[in-house]
Nanobody, 125 residues
Framework: QINLVESGGGSVQAGGSLRLSCAAS????????MAWVRQAPGQEREGVAG???????AHLDPGKGRFTISRDIPNNFLYLQMDDLKPEDTARYYC???????????????????WGRGTQVTVFS
């Protein structure tokens, strides 16, 4: 069991930046993969970026070149630095985790085993 709590969302003007944080707790002694997944109203959930326990990362198209994922593995934190935000980035952003490898199909499908409650990001023009 992995418990996830996100923070750092808010409202920002287009072109601005936000940094999301996710704190993990529970059975974190076993290697696990973490990721950010977002979902806009009426849209399917969409993988944003992932960070495996071996340090490998993946950034998907929605934020590639603008978003950067990072992770404090010893202290069980995950971050997402979002720069040059656009109105189409408006969504609820979820921290997700899984004990399986998550930088391929899992990140594309968003089918993670553990989820936080999410944090809202609103970008206005």
């Amino acid at each position: 069991q992995i418990n996830l709590v996100e923070s750092g969302g808010g409202s920002v003007q287009a072109g601005g930046s936000l940094r999301l944080s996710c704190a993990a707790s529970g059975n974190t002694a076993v290697n696990y993969c973490m990721a950010w997944v977002r979902q806009a109203p009426g849209q399917e959930r969409e993988g944003v970026a992932g960070f495996d326990s071996d340090g490998a990362t993946a950034h998907l198209d929605p934020g590639k070149g603008r978003f950067t994922i990072s992770r404090d593995i010893p202290n069980n934190f995950l971050y997402l630095q979002m720069d040059d935000l656009k109105p189409e980035d408006t969504a609820r952003y979820y921290c997700a985790a899984d004990y399986r490898y998550c930088l391929g199909t899992l990140l594309l499908s968003g089918d993670f085993g553990y989820w936080g409650r999410g944090t809202q990001v609103t970008v206005f023009s």
